[in-house]
């Protein structure tokens, strides 16, 4: 049972433009949403999160937005940089600090 | 400031041995966590620690243990290896039970042959 699902395996961007990337999620209990991105060979690093009180957050290039009616939540980059290109993996948080992990979407962002 | 660190890189065992990862979280961060990403998976929750306690666990069998140190360091002990174990383990750590946001060690890889 997939509670977290990114549908999209991976996502080719220009240089410049907008990256967007999906998350559905199905337990109505998740209070936090975050975005993680993560290069070969290293661990997962934080980007983003949400509250599930809120419906957007920002910072700096990074834009998260959450639908709680359609369960489901974007990241925005803008603008997308190369150094950008990535794995990322969104993850909703329920009591018990337990994370649980979509299964991640790469990122490459052309030159 | 140094980030999460995990000892060691890569680990090689046999099926029935017992393995030991080791992780040493952000100074000021209470809580430890482990996560497995096995392959063609997710990652997993496995286990939170807080002050010293297990505070959760993940859906793993009981040979997947560990333990927290006074000094906020945390074990991972994972008895009679099976093949399935072959997996990259992750530590993270958080500033406390309240922190939301777990920052992520490099992980051990994990093999057993």
């Known amino acids: 049972d997939q509670q977290v699902k990114q549908n999209s395996p991976s996502l080719s961007v220009q240089e410049g433009r907008i990256s967007i990337l999906n998350c559905d999620y199905t337990n109505s209990m998740f209070d936090y949403f975050l975005w993680y991105k993560k290069y070969p060979a290293e661990g997962p690093t934080f980007l983003i999160s949400?509250?599930?009180?809120?419906d957007k957050n920002e910072d700096g290039r990074f834009t998260v937005f959450l639908n709680k009616s359609a369960k489901h939540l974007s990241l925005h980059i803008v603008p997308s940089q190369p150094g950008d290109s990535a794995v990322y993996f969104c993850?909703?948080?329920?009591?018990?600090?337990?994370?649980?992990f979509g299964g991640g979407t790469r990122l490459m962002v052309k030159p | 400031e140094a980030g999460v660190t995990q000892s060691p890189t890569h680990l090689i065992k046999t099926r029935g041995q017992q393995a030991t990862l080791r992780c040493s979280p952000i100074?000021?961060?209470?809580?430890v966590y482990w996560y497995q990403q096995a392959l063609g998976l997710g990652l997993q929750f496995l286990l939170w620690?807080?002050?010293?306690?297990?505070?959760n666990r993940g859906n793993f069998p009981p040979r997947f243990s560990g333990r927290q140190f006074p000094n906020y360091s945390s074990e991972l002990n994972v008895n009679a290896l099976e093949l399935e174990d072959s997996a990259l383990y992750l530590c993270a750590s958080s500033f406390g039970e309240f922190e939301v946001t777990q920052y992520f060690g490099p992980g051990t890889r994990l093999l057993v042959l």
């Open positions: 993850a909703a948080k329920v009591a018990g600090n337990m994370l649980t």
């Open positions: 620690y807080d002050e010293g306690e297990e505070r």
């Open positions: 100074s000021g961060h209470t809580s």
């Open positions: 949400i509250s599930s009180i809120k």
